[in-house]
C-alpha cells in the first residue's frame, strides 16, 4: 500500500460535498491527472493533447463504461507546478449525482489512480512546498468555521497568520547560530571578528520577547469547537428561562410562574451578529435546601464560574432585587426583564439595565447587540490562530525554555557553545510549528482531520 508521503502516483477522489446536489467533482492530481482526465472525456472543440500551457477549462462529454448517453461535463486543468498541490491537477464537473461520481471515480482508478487518502491533496501541498503546516491547518479551519469569526481568523492564517512571524524569528536564530557557530570555527582567523557577548544578550532578550508575543496570541485558544459561554444568573422567576427560550428561538426551557422552576442548567447555541455563542440557562439563586436545590445551585455556580460574560437578570416588576452574586474573572451585563409588565416614560439612563421584555420581544435586539459587543471584545479573540494552537503551544513553550536556557548560559559564563545549543534546540522546535521539520507521527495528526478529496 503507498505511503501518502509518496509523491510519484496519482491520487483521485469525489471532492465535493456527500449527497446529491447541483454540481460535484471529482479531483486528480500527479504525472498522470491529464492522461486519465482525457482518456474519458471528449471536449466540444477540438483541443490539443498535449498538457495546456497554462489553466484552461474545457466543456464536453464524458464516455464512461456502463453509461450509454453522453453526460455533459466539463473538465479544469491545471498544469504544475502553480497548483494547489504543486503537481499536475485535473477537476471533472458534473451533475453531483452520487452513482455518476462514483461511476467517475472508478474509471480514474481503474486508468491508473489509487484513491485519495483524507487530506492528501493538502498534504502534497506541503509536501511539495506550496504550503507549511499552520497554512494547511487553515484550510481545515475555513471548511469548518462555525461563523464569520473563526472563518476571518482562518482566512487571515491562510494569508500568512502566525506562521509568516514564526519563520521570521526562525530565521533570525538561523543567522545569530550562525554567527556564534563561525566564530568558534574560525576563531583564529583574522577576518572573523568574534561576537561580543552583549550583542548576544540584547539578540536572546529581543527573540524571546518576540516569541512570548506569538505564544499569547495562541494562549488558552485551542477550543476551536468550543464556543464562548454567556450564562443566565439571577432570583428565582426572574424570567431567565422564558428570555433563554427567546434568545435560543425555541422552549427549550420550561416556563413556569411558579419560582425555581429551573433545577438544572440548559445549553443552546445562539449566534448575534455573526457572533456564535453557547446561551445557558440556571437555577434562580436561592439558599439550598433539599439535595435537588443543592445540585441545582452547585450547577449554578459551577456555570458561572466557566462563563465569559453574565447576564444579570433582575424582573422590572421587583426593580431593586439582587440579580445574584457577580464572578470577579467575568465581565456582565444588567439585564431587566418582564418589562411588558411595567410602564415607564422615562429614558434608560446610560448606567441603567438593559430592558427587555420576552414575551413582546422589546430590548431583544438590544442585548444581542450588546452580547456581541462584548464577546468581540474578548481579548486576542479577533487573531485566534484557527486550529494551531493545540500543535504550537507545546512546541513555543520549549522554544522559550531553550531561549531562556541560552540566556543563562550567557549569563553565567558557561561558553558560546552551549548558547548555540540551546538555540538549535529553539530553531527544530520553532520548525516543527512551520512544518520545517517534521515527522510522520505530526503530519498524519494534521491531514487526518480533513475529510477524503481535500
Known amino acids: 500500500m503507498s505511503s501518502p508521503l509518496d509523491t510519484d502516483d496519482t491520487i483521485a477522489a469525489i471532492s465535493s460535498a456527500p449527497g446529491p446536489g447541483a454540481r460535484g467533482l471529482v479531483r486528480i492530481t500527479g504525472a498522470d491527472a491529464f492522461r486519465i482526465a482525457g482518456s474519458f472525456f471528449q471536449p466540444e472543440l477540438d483541443a490539443p493533447a498535449d498538457r495546456p500551457p497554462r489553466a484552461s477549462l474545457r466543456r464536453g462529454w464524458l464516455a464512461l463504461e456502463g453509461l450509454r448517453p453522453r453526460l455533459a461535463a466539463a473538465l479544469a486543468l491545471w498544469p504544475a507546478p502553480?497548483?494547489?498541490?504543486?503537481?499536475?491537477?485535473?477537476?471533472?464537473?458534473?451533475?453531483?449525482?452520487?452513482?455518476?461520481?462514483?461511476?467517475?471515480?472508478?474509471?480514474?482508478?481503474?486508468?491508473?489512480?489509487?484513491?485519495?487518502?483524507?487530506?492528501?491533496?493538502?498534504?502534497?501541498?506541503?509536501?511539495?512546498?506550496?504550503?507549511?503546516?499552520?497554512?494547511?491547518?487553515?484550510?481545515?479551519?475555513?471548511?469548518?468555521?462555525?461563523?464569520?469569526?473563526?472563518?476571518?481568523?482562518?482566512?487571515?492564517?491562510?494569508?500568512?497568520?502566525?506562521?509568516?512571524?514564526?519563520?521570521?524569528?526562525?530565521?533570525?536564530?538561523?543567522?545569530?547560530?550562525?554567527?556564534?557557530?563561525?566564530?568558534?570555527?574560525?576563531?583564529?582567523?583574522?577576518?572573523?571578528d568574534p561576537v561580543a557577548d552583549a550583542r548576544l544578550a540584547g539578540e536572546l532578550d529581543a527573540a524571546s520577547a518576540d516569541l512570548a508575543g506569538l505564544a499569547a496570541r495562541l494562549s488558552g485558544r485551542d477550543r476551536p469547537s468550543h464556543l464562548p459561554r454567556v450564562v443566565l444568573l439571577g432570583p428565582p422567576n426572574a424570567g431567565k428561562s422564558r428570555l433563554f427560550n427567546a434568545m435560543a428561538g425555541e422552549d427549550h426551557a420550561i416556563v413556569s410562574p411558579v419560582a425555581g422552576t429551573t433545577r438544572d442548567y440548559l445549553?443552546?447555541?445562539?449566534?448575534?451578529?455573526?457572533?456564535?455563542?453557547?446561551?445557558?440557562?440556571?437555577?434562580?439563586?436561592?439558599?439550598?435546601?433539599?439535595?435537588?436545590?443543592?445540585?441545582?445551585?452547585?450547577?449554578?455556580?459551577?456555570?458561572?464560574?466557566?462563563?465569559?460574560?453574565?447576564?444579570?437578570?433582575?424582573?422590572?416588576?421587583?426593580?431593586?432585587?439582587?440579580?445574584?452574586?457577580?464572578?470577579?474573572?467575568?465581565?456582565?451585563?444588567?439585564?431587566?426583564?418582564?418589562?411588558?409588565?411595567?410602564?415607564?416614560?422615562?429614558?434608560?439612563?446610560?448606567?441603567?439595565?438593559?430592558?427587555?421584555?420576552?414575551?413582546?420581544g422589546d430590548g431583544l435586539a438590544a442585548l444581542r447587540s450588546a452580547i456581541a459587543e462584548h464577546l468581540r471584545a474578548r481579548p486576542g479573540d479577533g487573531d485566534q490562530p484557527a486550529g494551531t494552537a493545540a500543535r504550537c503551544r507545546d512546541s513555543l513553550a520549549r522554544a522559550g525554555d531553550s531561549l531562556a536556557s541560552a540566556a543563562e548560559a550567557l549569563r553565567s559564563a558557561l561558553g558560546q557553545e552551549l548558547v548555540a545549543f540551546e538555540l538549535r534546540s529553539a530553531i527544530d522546535e520553532l520548525g516543527k510549528v512551520v512544518g520545517a521539520t517534521f515527522t510522520d507521527d505530526i503530519l498524519d495528526r494534521i491531514f487526518s482531520r480533513f475529510c477524503i478529496g481535500k
Open 82 to 192: 502553480r497548483t494547489y498541490t504543486g503537481q499536475d491537477v485535473a477537476e471533472v464537473h458534473l451533475v453531483g449525482s452520487p452513482p455518476l461520481l462514483d461511476l467517475v471515480l472508478s474509471q480514474c482508478l481503474a486508468r491508473g489512480a489509487r484513491p485519495a487518502q483524507a487530506g492528501e491533496f493538502t498534504l502534497r501541498a506541503f509536501l511539495n512546498g506550496r504550503l507549511d503546516l499552520t497554512r494547511a491547518e487553515a484550510v481545515l479551519g475555513v471548511i469548518d468555521a462555525q461563523n464569520p469569526a473563526q472563518l476571518e481568523a482562518a482566512l487571515e492564517q491562510l494569508a500568512g497568520g502566525i506562521s509568516a512571524p514564526i519563520a521570521a524569528l526562525r530565521d533570525r536564530l538561523l543567522d545569530l547560530t550562525a554567527l556564534i557557530e563561525a566564530n568558534l570555527d574560525f576563531v583564529d582567523e583574522h577576518d572573523v
Open 267 to 360: 445549553v443552546a447555541r445562539c449566534d448575534c451578529d455573526g457572533v456564535a455563542f453557547e446561551l445557558v440557562d440556571t437555577a434562580g439563586e436561592e439558599a439550598p435546601g433539599e439535595p435537588i436545590q443543592a445540585q441545582a445551585q452547585d450547577h449554578r455556580g459551577e456555570q458561572a464560574r466557566r462563563a465569559d460574560l453574565l447576564l444579570l437578570c433582575e424582573p422590572a416588576p421587583d426593580e431593586g432585587s439582587s440579580p445574584g452574586e457577580t464572578c470577579a474573572d467575568a465581565p456582565f451585563l444588567r439585564v431587566r426583564t418582564k418589562c411588558d409588565l411595567v410602564t415607564s416614560d422615562e429614558p434608560p439612563a446610560r448606567d441603567d439595565p438593559i430592558r427587555t421584555s420576552a414575551a413582546t
